[in-house]
């Protein structure tokens, strides 16, 4: 067989200087195919549907925390006119009951929100409130979990978080909207 | 002349771009991991509205989404201008949710059909008649685990 010279077998060598032009291409198409979704959101349980009306259980009105958000995206909460940015803290108030009230939850176990709203109200509005309750119960919870085991209530084990959780449940009862201001 | 000199003196040999590729494959992966393919064409704006408690989305295969709101502009004389549900590529209604969730159901390993989520998509400005019936179809369909999609607050 005849040898190759080694002057030979050096130019045979495969020219990688376009390697990068190929992968530059891929590079472009991803950029431009894709797009970074924002996938976070607030997470929510539905009730399951039944066709059977629901029992009527006759709540005490102190445990009942009551948010209706009207088509003018205005609130009223437990009767009385409210605001957004004072809803968290009034919130966590009426859950805890720190100073024993006779209108306030009897304990957070009994606690219970009750939303409404109407066809027109604003979906923003809704998300907003349906937050501030939420970070209202995420807070006390996150309380809860420093002063019994000393660190934040994402950080506890699944017990503890499980304790945590059967001592401040998250109650959301939400009925069904009034028809006004519907588009 | 010394200049001339000089250069044949001191001649550097050329930077090795034989690491180019390397790099950009690096960055290619990078790209190739963090992103989503766009899965269908948006024919409805969707502006999701900011809020705080916000949780993640974990595995892409087992979430479906849903689109809610006004067809974008193009689209405004077929299609009108009050909000509409988008389901995958086109619009849709309220009835052909459970369709909808059925089809994305049936690719899914039985064993973790159970962990399926519903993303919601929601412009800001919609009202809640629309998000309502939807929830009801949804809760209707047996879907019970829903995300209202959201930005961070800043």
């Known amino acids: ?49 039944s ?15 009551s948010v209706l958000v009207n088509a003018q995206n205005q609130l009223l909460v437990r009767g009385e006119p409210a605001d957004l940015e004072t809803l968290r803290e009034n919130a966590k108030e009426f859950i805890m009951n720190p100073n024993k009230r006779a209108d306030m939850a009897e304990k957070p176990t009994k606690a219970i929100v009750s939303m409404k709203n109407d066809r027109g109200t604003k979906y923003a509005t809704y998300l907003e409130v349906y937050n501030e309750i939420k970070g209202a119960y995420n807070e006390l919870r996150n309380e809860e979990a420093n002063k019994r085991f000393g660190r934040d209530y994402e950080f506890c084990t699944r017990e503890q978080r499980k304790e945590i959780r059967d001592d401040i449940p998250l109650v959301i009862s939400e009925a069904e909207p009034t028809s006004f201001g519907e588009e | 002349m ?56 974990e595995k892409k ?76 179809a949804l809760r209707k369909a047996g879907q019970l685990a829903v995300n209202y999609s959201a930005k961070p607050k800043v």
């Not at chain 2, 190739?32 to 269908?40: A, H, I, Y």
């Not at chain 2, 409805?44 to 509205?49: I, R, S």
């Open chain 2, 2 to 57: 010394a200049s001339i000199r000089k250069k044949k003196g001191k001649s550097l040999p050329p930077v090795s771009t034989a690491s180019l590729p390397d790099i950009i494959f690096m960055l290619l992966f990078f790209f190739m991991v963090v992103t989503v393919m766009r899965d269908s064409e948006r024919k409805v704006d969707v502006t999701t509205p900011n809020a705080t408690e916000l949780s993640k989305l």
């Open chain 1, 1 to 49: 067989m005849a040898k190759t010279s080694i002057k030979d077998r050096m130019s045979n060598e495969v020219n990688a200087g376009s390697m990068a032009d190929i992968a530059f291409l891929l590079l472009i198409f991803f950029l431009v195919t894709t797009t970074i979704v924002e996938d976070k959101g607030v997470l929510v349980k539905l009730p399951p549907w």
């Open chain 1, 51 to 65: 066709n059977e009306p629901p029992d009527i259980q006759q709540l005490k009105t102190r445990n009942v925390y």
């Open chain 2, 61 to 136: 295969s087992l979430v479906n989404y849903i689109y809610i709101g006004r067809p974008i502009e193009k689209l405004q004389k077929e299609a009108g201008t009050k909000p509409r549900i988008q389901l995958g590529d086109k619009f849709a209604n309220l009835a052909d949710i459970p369709l909808f969730l059925e089809k994305h159901r049936v690719k899914i390993n039985e064993s973790q059909r159970g962990a399926i989520k519903t993303s919601l998509r929601i412009d800001k400005d919609v009202t809640m008649g629309i998000v309502t019936d939807v929830k009801t």
